[in-house]
């Protein structure tokens, strides 16, 4: 038997299994699983239905406040005094018949899990509308203090509470005039221009508690700079200076592009392909990335295009009322790009359409500022329909676009000693921003805040010991950037309203520098010690270096050639150099015959030659089989004769 056991199971045949029948038993299993999640989703439906409408039912119940409120559910005609009266008996009596159980449960529908304790639902509606934590303050500390939020609230709603000057940071520039300030688009880094010619680069980022300048170049040479400003892409700088042509450096201060030079002694502005005169104010476009506009002494403002370095783009030539030639001390475009605007000396203001040709212009303004003073900087609001322009005659103006004839208002007795004197608008478009130059015997410069409605005097704000003269306030960074008379760069923040910036670097520790610790030996004279003791006696560097020079080992010298036998260890052999050579290969040299008869040596070779040639006789075998050689000439009157012509005697003609 048990040899027919293993048999069997030797003999096991493996178990069929039917594919169709269990895909029909799993697809029959999915289709019930996904009716009764089907079933069970309709069902949860119907009950938020149901308990929405009995939420709303309840709320209508408790807004109305009539005895009648059942009777106005009632869809027909309204039912008789008896009927409804003996129904709202019925109600009450089921009402009053019901347990308190059923009435709570009835009450609160919309809990779920055990019903809360009595204190914490009864202090439910408390804690729903109050954030306080604790015991609920006296109604009078509850008053004030709500008084105290809204009186914040009108605070910071102030223009005055917007101005981010709490904090201050000091850049040191040099010891002259900072005369150009500008921050790229993204507000990384600062750069900044003065009367000592040079531009210094600030990367805030990259910048610790030193507040050190990570580059400091010289673009104009000796001319000193008036305007910085950088592009709308951040990658590129304008830079105006003292002379007539304009610049572009990179973001390193590398040089991309110089203007060229007009003719100067063309009169005719539009016929020169440049500047003549020391250049005033220049700017970017703020829609097209590749136009910049300048502004002359020559009486002209220029555009230029950065990919054309030869010639500008368009020119303009403002004109007094008289119709002579206006020097532009000012120039801006509208935030949109669709006006050119310039100040001039003659104290107008005056606009050109982009779009159309610099002819005729837009607008025009004749008695903006006092005849013969330098309107200083000219600045668009944010939304562009004011223009803000700071005078030379101590005033700030400000113009409705849409109506140029009257300013809309002006703010006097603000001394101005530069040129270049800044003016602009808050982020917020509310308040107009502007520097003071030191008149004799004030001692502190100040930046005055101005409100753009009425331009009342909101702010003064005393900066440094010195004149201001540049001013910037980021939109992005909510920092104010101001440039000093005594070669200062401050920069103003607060640390809750302002970003990045100086935020970056002011929590950085100083950079600590690695000093190499040097001990100087002592030096002992002992003038009666013996010499094995002695120490020598310090000298100067130049001896000692003298010194060094002449020790071959120290300075490192080459080997000198040999002459003589030999020294130093080598020994003289001849033919080191090639002359030495040469005159030992003539010397040993075998004397050859040759060198005494050379026409003997050439002649013994004639006859092989003749037997067998290969050189010159098979040349002429065609055409000169036999030679043919020049005579000997026997007598020596006829070689005497003979010789170059410019020796002969010249035969004189009969």
Not at 299 to 313: A, F, P, Q, T, Y
């Amino acid at each position: 038997m048990s040899n027919q056991d293993t048999n069997t199971r030797g003999e096991k045949k493996a178990q069929n299994f039917d594919f169709m029948a269990m895909f029909e038993e799993t697809r029959k299993t999915a289709v019930e699983r996904s009716h009764r999640t089907l079933e069970e989703r309709e069902a949860v439906y119907k009950e938020e239905v149901e308990d929405s409408s009995r939420k709303t039912a309840r709320k209508q119940h408790l807004s109305s406040n009539n005895s009648d409120s059942d009777s106005d559910d009632l869809v027909g005609p309204s039912l008789p005094l008896s009927i409804r009266n003996k129904n709202t008996q019925n109600e009450l009596t089921h009402k009053s018949e019901k347990p308190k159980e059923t009435q709570s449960h009835d009450s609160d529908d919309d809990m779920i899990g055990p019903p809360l304790p009595p204190s914490f639902s009864a202090g439910k509606n408390k804690m729903e509308t109050d954030d306080i934590i604790g015991p609920p303050l006296p109604p009078v500390l509850q008053r004030g203090m709500d008084s105290d939020d809204e009186d914040e609230e009108e605070e910071e709603d102030t223009p005055e509470m917007k101005i981010p000057a709490s904090h201050e940071v000091v850049l040191e520039h040099g010891v002259k005039t900072v005369s150009a300030l500008s921050l790229d688009p993204s507000g990384a880094r600062l750069v900044a221009g003065g009367y000592d010619y040079d531009v210094k680069f600030w990367d805030f980022a990259g910048m610790d508690a030193s507040l050190q300048s990570f580059r400091s170049i010289r673009p104009c040479e000796s001319h000193q700079i008036k305007c910085l400003q950088y592009s709308t892409t951040g990658d590129t700088i304008l830079v105006i200076s003292g002379n007539s042509q304009a610049k572009i450096i990179d973001r390193d201060g590398f040089e991309v592009l110089t203007c060229v030079k007009g003719d100067q002694y063309i009169v005719d502005m539009a016929n020169t392909k440049g500047h003549t005169a020391m250049l005033n104010s220049g700017c970017w476009h703020p829609k097209l990335k590749e136009e910049f506009m300048t502004c002359s002494n020559d009486g002209s403002v220029r555009l230029w295009d950065i990919n054309n370095d030869k010639k500008h783009k368009n020119v303009i030539k403002p004109k007094t009322q008289q119709g002579r030639r206006a020097i532009p001390t000012a120039c801006t475009y509208s935030v949109d790009g669709l006006y050119v605007a310039a100040a001039c000396q003659d104290g107008s203001i005056q606009l050109w359409d982009h779009r159309k040709h610099f002819v005729n212009v837009a607008m025009m303004n004749r008695t903006a500022h006092m005849n013969g003073t330098d309107t200083t900087c000219l600045c668009f609001s944010y939304d562009g329909k004011v223009l803000a322009s700071r005078g030379g005659d101590d005033t700030l103006k400000l113009w409705d676009i849409r109506n140029f004839k009257k300013p809309l208002g002006v703010a006097e007795d603000l001394f101005n000693l530069y040129p270049m004197t800044d003016c602009l608008f808050s982020p917020d478009d509310r308040l107009v921003v502007t520097g003071i130059s030191l008149r004799k015997g004030e001692d502190s410069g100040r930046l005055v805040f101005f409100d753009r409605d009425t331009l009342q005097r909101v702010r003064e704000m005393e900066v440094s010991h010195s004149h201001v003269v540049r001013c910037l306030w980021h939109p992005r960074l909510n920092q104010m950037v101001v440039g000093c008379g005594d070669g200062k760069v401050k920069l103003y923040y607060d640390p809750e309203k302002s970003h990045r910036g100086a935020n970056l670097f002011v929590v950085k520790t100083k950079a600590k520098v690695k000093q190499a610790q040097v001990m100087a030996s002592q030096h002992i004279i002992t003038p009666y010690a013996l010499p094995m003791f002695r120490q020598e006696r310090q000298k100067g560097t130049k001896k000692q270096e003298e010194k060094s020079r002449k020790d071959p080992v120290k300075s490192k010298r080459p080997d000198m050639p040999i002459t003589g036998p030999g020294m130093g260890g080598r020994v003289g052999t001849h033919g080191s150099t090639l002359s030495q050579y040469v005159a030992k290969q003539f010397a040993t040299r075998a004397p050859d015959d040759r060198d005494k008869d050379p026409r003997g040596s050439i002649l013994r070779h004639a006859k092989e030659a003749a037997e067998n040639p290969y050189w010159v006789d098979p040349a002429y075998k065609k055409t000169q089989p036999n030679a043919v050689f020049q005579e000997v000439k026997e007598d020596k009157e006829e070689e005497e004769d003979e010789g170059p012509v410019w020796k002969k005697p010249k035969m004189l003609q009969k």
